[in-house]
Every structure is written in structure tokens, then in C-alpha cells.
């Protein structure tokens, strides 16, 4: 089943990438659009997530942008089908431009290693990619797919140009190899990470964050940088921006400085979905686990 379902998509990519990377991203937003209207419990949670997020927006507007992060979902699945076709060497001018880039490209570039954080925002996946393809040492943190074949596959695509995937269960001793050869490392950081989690702001409301990326730039003494790559009018067009730089000078002085630093990186993650909140995807379970205080109210 495993194998059928992944010439499934392989058959299907051959028909998505017939009319051109625009047209198949109008295609995925009527797909992501019948997502929205038939698959009903991540409809009512990413609903749910935008109320508690937004009180203070039109419920009508809310619903809409829960329709369009659907859209954007699709999207991206598209995207992966064009990403090593089109984002090379010669043509990512193309289709990708960038903002206040210059801190974090001449870090990167002076060999000194940073952490990029990013979300669940527009595509996330470029930003590895883009890297690697400016010849840059880039490494992403992921879980596998669960298909063994479509998840081949996709790391074959990830890694055309020189990224480097590290599957998520066992990447400790990697992690510190490759901070200590200053290479960067990327992480996507606004997943839910159960009890043991810090929990922060995130919405006005307490989300358990991963302790990992506060705990590896302590260590090593590194500087976050928190990015994001948003899509652009629809089309496979995106931006590459950054909304803060944390450095370790910025929390020698807390008295708590992994929740400060988490906290920190969680708030920019946060003012980048502010701009643009049809990009975010607002079904999965970012809240799903909550704080010591809130579970003992409950009881």
C-alpha cells in the first residue's frame, strides 16, 4: 500500500507540472479549499485556534482565514513538486527575494554558525533549500514521513542542492557536531512538546516549547535567528525575511535565561504570523498540551 500510494503521487506530480508552477498553485488553493469543507475536525480547530488567538476579530473573517491557511497547505505541497526545477543556481532570482537577510548572511558567511527558527508559515521549506543552493552549509532538523518511499523521495528533493536532513529521533550527537563545525542549523519551533516543554506566550496563551534550541545557543554560545519565507500574490514568488536576531550578550544577564530566550524566539515567530495569518497553519495542535497550573485547575 506504501508503494501504491507513492506512484500515486508521483502520477499526479506528472499532470500538476504540466501547466506551469502558477497554475498548479491555483489548483492547489481549489484543492486546499475542498480540504477546508470536508475535512471537519481540522476545520473546527483551526477555527477554534483563530478564536482564541484573534477575540477580538469578525468570526466571518476568522473563517475565511481559516480557509485560506488550508489553501496555503495545498500550496506548499505543490511547491515541492517545482522547488528543485525551479530554485537553481542560475533562476532562484526568480522566484525568491529577500529582506533584512544582510545580518544573518554575513554571520553565516564569516564561518561563525548560527540556529534558524522558523514556523509552520508560508513555505518553510525554501528556507534550507535556498540556502544549499547559495552554496551554503545548511542542516534541518525533521520527522520522517511516515511512507518510507514518498519520504525517500522527498529527502532526494530536499537535498538536491548540499541541505542536509537529520531525522528528528536520535539527531542529539549530530547536532553538536555540526554546531561545533559552524554550520547552521535549522529548526521549525512552534510545535506542541508535551509536558516537558517550556511553556510561553504564544497568542496570549501558554504553549509548550521545545527547551533544545535555547538549551544548544547556551551551550555553544550561538546567536537564533528567527526567519520566514512568505508566498507572494498567489504564486510561487516568495520572500525570505527575519523579524530578530537573539544574541547571547541579550540574556547573559536574565535570571532565567532559557525561558527568556524562548520566550524571545517564540514572539518573533508570533509577530511574523501577525503580518500575515492565512499563511500560518492554524490546524495543528500548538496548544494541545497545557501548563502544570491550568491541568491541576482542571482537576
Known sequence: MDYFFYLLMRVAAI???????????????????????????????????????????????????????????????????????????????????????????????????????????????????????????????????????????????????????IDKKGATDMMLDILESGATLGFIADQNAGRKGVFVDFFGRKASTYKSIGLLAMEYDLPIVVGYCRRLNNRYLFKIGMTRIIKPSDWRDKPDPLKWITAEYTTAIEQFVREDPEQYWWVHRRWKTRPPEERKADR
Open 15 to 165: 499532470f500538476v507540472q504540466i501547466p506551469g508552477p502558477d497554475t498548479s498553485v491555483r489548483i492547489a488553493r481549489r484543492l486546499g479549499s475542498v480540504l477546508y469543507l470536508i475535512y471537519h475536525r481540522g476545520r473546527r480547530r483551526a477555527i477554534e485556534n483563530l478564536c482564541l488567538s484573534f477575540p477580538d476579530k469578525d468570526f466571518r473573517r476568522l473563517e475565511r482565514t481559516a480557509q485560506r491557511s488550508f489553501e496555503h497547505i495545498a500550496m506548499l505541497a505543490f511547491d515541492v513538486l517545482w522547488t528543485s526545477r525551479l530554485i537553481r543556481p542560475s533562476t532562484w532570482h526568480r522566484y525568491i527575494e529577500f529582506g533584512n537577510m544582510s545580518e544573518p548572511l554575513r554571520l553565516i558567511l564569516q564561518g561563525r554558525g548560527i540556529i534558524m527558527v522558523t514556523g509552520h508559515y508560508g513555505n518553510f521549506e525554501i528556507l534550507g533549500y535556498a540556502m544549499a543552493t547559495f552554496g551554503l552549509e545548511s542542516f534541518s532538523i525533521a520527522r520522517p514521513i511516515d511512507n518510507p518511499y514518498i519520504n525517500d523521495y522527498l529527502l532526494g528533493v530536499r537535498q538536491e542542492h548540499g541541505q542536509t536532513i
